[in-house]
C-alpha cells in the first residue's frame, strides 16, 4: 500500500479546481468529433503537462508513480475522454522519450514546449499493412550526409491532425532485425511530411488521429532520438510509461463511474423500492467494484515493481489485459443500471462505453499482451 506524502497529494488536490474547465462542453466536442481547443489551453495553464519532466525544461521533476497519481485524479474528475487521452500521448509518447533518449540539443530546442504545451506531441508508428508490427516496418529512414531521408507511411497517429510534433519510428537497416529500426522527432512543418484528413471513430473522438505521408522527407541528422538503431529500446521504455500512465486515468473515469453507479441505485426506484436493493443490480456494482482494486493493485504493483528496476513485461501484460477490460465490463455494467438513461447521450454513459473498447485495442490489444505473458511462460 503506497502511502502518498503531502507534496503528492498537494499535487493532485491542485488539479480539482480546474476540472470544469478541463471538461466545458465535453460532450459537444465529442458529437463533433473536435479537438477541444479551450480546454487544451486550460491544461496547459493548470501545469498538468509539465509533471514528469525535468525542472531545467520547465517542469516538475516528478516520478513515475506521482505522475499516474495525478491523472488519476484527471480521470476522475474530468469527462472529456479525448482531452485525457491526448493529454497522456503529448506527455508520455512524445515528451518521454525526447527527456530520456534525446540529445542536449533536441532537449534544449523542444522539452520547453512539451512542457508547456505549446507543441502538441504526437506518435507515428502503426502502418497500414503492418500495424503495431515493428519487424515487418515497412517505412524507411536513409542516412545521406548530415540529413536522413524516410519514405513511407503511418495511420492511427494520436494527435496527428493538431501536432506540432511528432515522433515517427522508421526501418534504418533493413538487415538488422530489431536493431534496425530508430526514432525521429519531427515538426509539423518539415517538407515532405504531409498529414492526412482526421480518421472518424468509434469512440475518444475529441483525441483526433489521421495518417500521415513521409515523401522523400528529409531531416538533419540531429532529429534522430538516441542511436541509430534504438528504436525497439525507446519504444519498450515508452510502452512502460504509456500503459500505466494512460490506464492511470481509466482507473479514474472507472471510480467516477462506479460512484454514479452507487448514488443512482439509491435514488432510483422501481417495484416500490430503489433498484440498489435488486441482487441483479447491487452484484452489478459490487463486480465494478471489484474491477477498481484489481486495477489499483495491478496499476500501481507494476509500477512500483518498474521503479525498482525489476522485470516486468508480463506484469505490464496483465495490468493492461486487466484494467482495460475491466473498463468495458464497467462502462456497460454502467449502461444496463442506468437502463433507458444510460442508453442516452444526456447521461455521458453511452460515451464511456465507446471510449472503453479503445483500451483493449491501443497500446496493444488484449491479444498481443496474452501472448507476450504466454511467451514469459515459455509457450
Aim: charged residues 20%; contains cysteine.
Amino acid at each position: 500500500m503506497i502511502e502518498w506524502s503531502e507534496e503528492q497529494t498537494r499535487l493532485r488536490d491542485g488539479l480539482t479546481p480546474w476540472f470544469e474547465k478541463f471538461a466545458a462542453q465535453y460532450d459537444r466536442y465529442d458529437a463533433a468529433a473536435e479537438f477541444p481547443r479551450g480546454p487544451w489551453e486550460a491544461v496547459r495553464d493548470s501545469g498538468l503537462l509539465r509533471l514528469p519532466f525535468g525542472e531545467e525544461w520547465g517542469g516538475l521533476g516528478q516520478s513515475l508513480l506521482t505522475t499516474m497519481y495525478v491523472l488519476d485524479a484527471l480521470g476522475y474528475g474530468c469527462r472529456n475522454g479525448g482531452l485525457n487521452f491526448s493529454v497522456t500521448t503529448h506527455m508520455v509518447s512524445t515528451g518521454v522519450p525526447l527527456q530520456r533518449f534525446g540529445s542536449a540539443a533536441l532537449k534544449r530546442r523542444y522539452l520547453p514546449a512539451v512542457c508547456d504545451g505549446s507543441l502538441i506531441g504526437a506518435h507515428a508508428i502503426s502502418e497500414p499493412d503492418a500495424g503495431s508490427d515493428m519487424m515487418n516496418m515497412r517505412t524507411t529512414a536513409a542516412r545521406d550526409g548530415d540529413t536522413y531521408v524516410l519514405r513511407g507511411s503511418k495511420t492511427f497517429v494520436s494527435n496527428g491532425p493538431v501536432a506540432g510534433l511528432v515522433v515517427v519510428y522508421a526501418r534504418t537497416d533493413a538487415a538488422a532485425g530489431p536493431l534496425g529500426v530508430s526514432a525521429f522527432l519531427l515538426r509539423r512543418d518539415t517538407p515532405g511530411l504531409a498529414f492526412g484528413s482526421p480518421i472518424a471513430k468509434m469512440g475518444l473522438k475529441s483525441s483526433p488521429f489521421c495518417e500521415i505521408f513521409l515523401d522523400d522527407c528529409r531531416v538533419p541528422a540531429d532529429a534522430l532520438i538516441g542511436r541509430e538503431g534504438s528504436g525497439f529500446l525507446i519504444l519498450d521504455h515508452v510502452m512502460r510509461w504509456e500503459i500505466l500512465c494512460s490506464f492511470a486515468v481509466t482507473l479514474g473515469e472507472m471510480r467516477r463511474r462506479l460512484e454514479r453507479c452507487v448514488a443512482y441505485a439509491k435514488e432510483r426506484r422501481a417495484f416500490g423500492q430503489p433498484i440498489g436493493g435488486f441482487q441483479a443490480v447491487s452484484h452489478k456494482i459490487v463486480d465494478m467494484r471489484i474491477g477498481v482494486e484489481s486495477a489499483h493493485k495491478w496499476l500501481y504493483d507494476t509500477a512500483e515493481k518498474h521503479t525498482r528496476g525489476q522485470h516486468i513485461t508480463a506484469d505490464l501484460a496483465m495490468a493492461k489485459r486487466v484494467v482495460s477490460e475491466a473498463n468495458v465490463a464497467s462502462a456497460l455494467s454502467a449502461v444496463q443500471i442506468f437502463g433507458g438513461n444510460g442508453y442516452t447521450a444526456e447521461y455521458g454513459l453511452e460515451q464511456e462505453l465507446r471510449n472503453a473498447v479503445a483500451g483493449t485495442i491501443y497500446s496493444g490489444t488484449s491479444e498481443i499482451q496474452s501472448s507476450r505473458i504466454a511467451a514469459t511462460l515459455g509457450l
